[in-house]
């Protein structure tokens, strides 16, 4: 069972506009939420985190939304560039915290 | 800057062969983790480990298993390695909770 849903497989958006990455849980425990980017042949890095006990988290161009009451996250990139194109990964804490379970990917195609 | 390394990008190996996938990190990280990636099912935990020694399975451990003799390498072994093992394998490290830092990954093919 899946508990980390990004229900979109890709997305391609124009080069200075908005990229909005989607990603849903089931699991009402999760209390902290990360976002990883992957370039092909890369390992992911990470990318931006929020808390539960925020609603929104802003770093540069990149914010992560966060609607607990709809087990709901998003990711805001603004505006978009071809160098932003990689697959997005949404994450979740479980267990201890040591573990991280992981949505299936977004891949994002930013086209110039 | 946190540093991740795998022994090899690339891998070919036969239905049967027993594979060893190696993975460092030069952080002093005491958590250390192997998942692998397949399209659209995400990052999949298959082992990780605590602590020199000690290891606690994932979600998808059959097929697998894992050492830890020092701190910085975590090997990943396939025991008898078959095609639905093809797959790209990434390794991870972590000292706080949360945040991971993975290696580069290895893409094996297994024929």
């Known amino acids: 069972d899946q508990q980390v849903k990004q229900n979109s497989p890709s997305l391609s958006v124009q080069e200075g506009r908005i990229s909005i990455l989607n990603c849903d849980y089931t699991n009402s425990m999760f209390d902290y939420f990360l976002w990883y980017k992957k370039y092909p042949a890369e390992g992911p890095t990470f990318l931006i985190s929020?808390?539960?006990?925020?609603d929104k988290n802003e770093d540069g161009r990149f914010t992560v939304f966060l609607n607990k009451s709809a087990k709901h996250l998003s990711l805001h990139i603004v505006p978009s560039q071809p160098g932003d194109s990689a697959v997005y990964f949404c994450?979740?804490?479980?267990?201890?915290?040591?573990?991280?379970?992981f949505g299936g990917g977004t891949r994002l195609m930013v086209k110039p | 800057d946190v540093k991740v390394t795998q022994s090899s990008r690339y891998l070919v190996k036969r239905t049967g062969e027993k594979v060893f996938l190696e993975c460092v990190q030069d952080?002093?990280?005491?958590?250390m983790f192997w998942y692998r990636q397949d399209p659209g099912l995400g990052l999949r935990l298959i082992y990780f480990s605590y602590d020199v020694k000690m290891k606690e399975k994932g979600d998808i451990p059959e097929g697998y298993s894992v050492s830890r003799e020092k701190k910085e390498r975590f090997s990943l072994i396939l025991e008898s390695a078959s095609t639905n093992q093809t797959s790209m394998y990434l390794c991870a490290s972590s000292f706080l909770i949360y945040e991971q830092y993975f290696g580069p990954g290895t893409r094996l093919t297994v024929t």
């Open positions: 994450a979740a804490p479980r267990g201890a915290g040591n573990m991280l379970t």
């Open positions: 929020i808390s539960s006990i925020k």
């Open positions: 952080m002093d990280h005491e958590n």
